[in-house]
């Protein structure tokens, strides 16, 4: 984030999909940078919430424990929010998140974030899901992960014609990619998620930003 010159510290929601270490790992990197490096930055003017599944306050716990260090006390407020499927938290700012349940660990959630009549999804990681694609209707970005072109291990992930079906199936304005184990241009994903998939399609890099 400061790489790209985002207002890092003034962030005030951090989501965890689930606790794989792809997603969950670089928390103690982010909190270390909150208490160290800020150099003339303030402190945050509100709290940070870490938000997750259950069970994301005692991953916290256990990650402070293996480096041998408490990043949780910090010069401001800091808070851990676990949310169960179907719960939702108010963002502020007329916002509100709510989750669902995915098909790929015990505590595994997608997030829709609703505000001032946009909406944006994040599948998170998840096998194929009809729920989901009730969950994520209409919304205006839609990101995705697409994780294979072909599946030969049985994951619980989504293939490209799984995303792509995802999408239409929700009717999103905007499909995002993400969250590839492959070169998507080497393999012209955005070709193939257009098979099924009829509206713009972003496949997302590191820096990648988008308006809607």
Known sequence: MARLRL?????????VSHFHVDHAL???????AFKYGRG????????LTLVGPR?????????????RTDLMEQDFELRVDELDPGGSLELGGRA?????KTPHTSESLALRVDADGR??????????S?????FFRDVDVLLAECSFMEDTRGTRHLRADDTAHLAAAARARHLVAVHAYFDPEAAHLATR??????????????GTTLDF
């Open 55 to 67: 069970g994301l306050g005692q991953l916290v716990d256990d990650l402070m424990a293996a480096f």
């Open 26 to 32: 670089e928390l103690p990197a982010l909190l270390f």
């Open 96 to 100: 509100t998140l709510r989750v669902a």
């Open 193 to 206: 998620l257009a098979r099924t998939f009829p509206g713009p399609i972003t496949v997302a890099t590191d």
């Open 7 to 15: 207002p890092w510290t003034e962030l005030t929601h951090q989501w």
């Open 130 to 134: 009809d729920e989901l694609a009730q």
């Open 40 to 47: 003339e930055h303030p402190a945050p003017r509100g709290p």
């Open 119 to 128: 909406a944006f999804g994040y599948t998170g990681d998840t096998a194929p």
